[in-house]
């Protein structure tokens, strides 16, 4: 009778002394050396090249689920700020670079705020811009 620790049933026991798992598939052999069974695996220098990308094609980024990831949605919001989802750079004028990590920041776009390049409502407390008519010349 058979039947001690690693046996497979026909009284063989596998390298190592553990049992093989039931679903495992055969380890492939290394690059560029013959396989056992004579076929011969390509070396690394006879896969072909990936695809080079067209410097005009968008770049996304792609999700850890191997997914395009969305276009970030931006939305004009009438006499106020953009909505940006986030998280953004914002890089300012001067060269400085503000972050958020939030899921969606308003940027300011009249200059107004005190927490520039964020929106802290101050256009609506300052009231909205006024064009310049003739009647406003004096």
């Known amino acids: 009778m058979t039947g001690g620790p690693g046996d497979d049933g026909e009284g063989r026991t596998p390298r190592g002394g553990a049992p093989e798992a039931p679903h495992a ?17 390509p070396d690394a220098a006879d896969a072909p090249a990936p695809a080079p990308v067209a410097p005009s094609s ?9 997914r395009e990831a969305p276009p970030t949605r931006v939305v004009v ?28 920041v308003a940027l300011c776009v009249c200059r107004r705020s005190r927490s ?12 909205p811009h006024r064009r310049a008519t003739p009647t406003d010349t004096d």
């Open 25 to 41: 598939a055969p380890a492939a052999p290394a690059a560029g050396r013959p396989d056992p069974l004579g076929e011969s695996t």
């Open 116 to 127: 520039y390049p964020w929106c802290d409502t101050s256009h609506r407390r300052r009231g």
């Open 77 to 104: 919001v009438p006499e106020g700020p953009l909505l940006v989802d986030g998280p953004v750079e914002v890089e300012l004028d001067d060269g400085r670079v503000a972050y958020s990590d939030r899921p969606q």
């Open 58 to 66: 968008p770049v996304r980024e792609a999700s850890s689920s191997g």
